[in-house]
C-alpha cells in the first residue's frame, strides 16, 4: 500500500484557518487521496477525497499539488469541534477496498 | 438512529477466555469492514465483506479471530483463547460502494481489555 507522511501534532487557534500537509511521494496513477478525522473517543469519519483537482465541501477544502506528490487539507475557520486525529490516506479504487490509516495528525484548537 | 452501531461497548476479559463482538451495519450497506486500534495509533485493518462473502483477511487476523456475517447483515468478530496483547478498540464500519468516494461510516468501537 502506497504511505503517507503526515506531521505527527498541529497547534492552531480556533476561527483561524488550518493548513495540514500530507506527503505521498509514491502515490499512483489510480489512487485517490481520501481524509478520514478521529475525534476524542470516536470512530473516524469521513472528512473529504479527491483525485486531481482541489475540492471543497461544507467541512473543508482540499489542495493537490500538481504532480499528485503532496496535498493539503484546508479547515477556513477551525473550531473547538475540530480538534481531532486527522489521516490521510490513498486508496486505489481499482485495488483493495480498505482503507490503511497511519499515525495521522493530532490537532490541538487553542480557544 | 440509522449509524453503524457496535455492543458491547466494552469488555474486560481473563486471558484464554473467548469473546465475541457484534456489528450491526446501516441497513443499506452491503460492505462492512473490522479494524482494530491500539492506544496512540491509526486503526489497522482486520478482515472486508462484501454481503456475506469474507473477501480479505489481514495477516494481524490469526487463527484465533473469525468473523462472519450471515445473510450480509450484522457481523460477528470472534477471539479465541484471548492474550493481553489482544487488548485494543475493535472498530466496525460499513459502506455502500456504489461510487469512488465509497465512505465508510464507521460505529463507536468496543474496547477491549484483557486481563
Known sequence: DAKTTQPNSMESNEEEPVHLPCNHSTISGTDYIHWYRQLPSQGPEYVIHGLTSNVNNRMASLAIAEDRKSSTLILHRATLRDAAVYYCILRDWQGAQKLVFGQGTRLTINP | ?115
Not at chain 2, 458491547?8 to 473490522?34: A, M
Request: proline residues 4%.
Open chain 2, 1 to 115: 438512529d440509522t449509524g453503524v452501531s457496535q455492543d458491547p461497548r466494552h469488555k474486560i476479559t481473563k486471558r484464554g477466555q473467548n469473546v465475541t463482538f457484534r456489528c450491526d451495519p446501516i441497513s443499506e450497506h452491503n460492505r462492512l469492514y473490522w479494524y482494530r486500534q491500539t492506544l496512540g495509533q491509526g486503526p489497522e485493518f482486520l478482515t472486508y465483506f462484501q454481503n456475506e462473502a469474507q473477501l480479505e483477511k489481514s495477516r494481524l487476523l490469526s487463527d484465533r479471530f473469525s468473523a462472519e456475517r450471515p445473510k450480509g447483515s450484522f457481523s460477528t468478530l470472534e477471539i479465541q483463547r484471548t492474550e493481553q496483547g489482544d487488548s485494543a478498540m475493535y472498530l466496525c464500519a460499513s459502506s455502500l460502494g456504489s461510487d469512488r468516494r465509497d465512505e465508510q461510516f464507521f460505529g463507536p468501537g468496543t474496547r477491549l481489555t484483557v486481563l
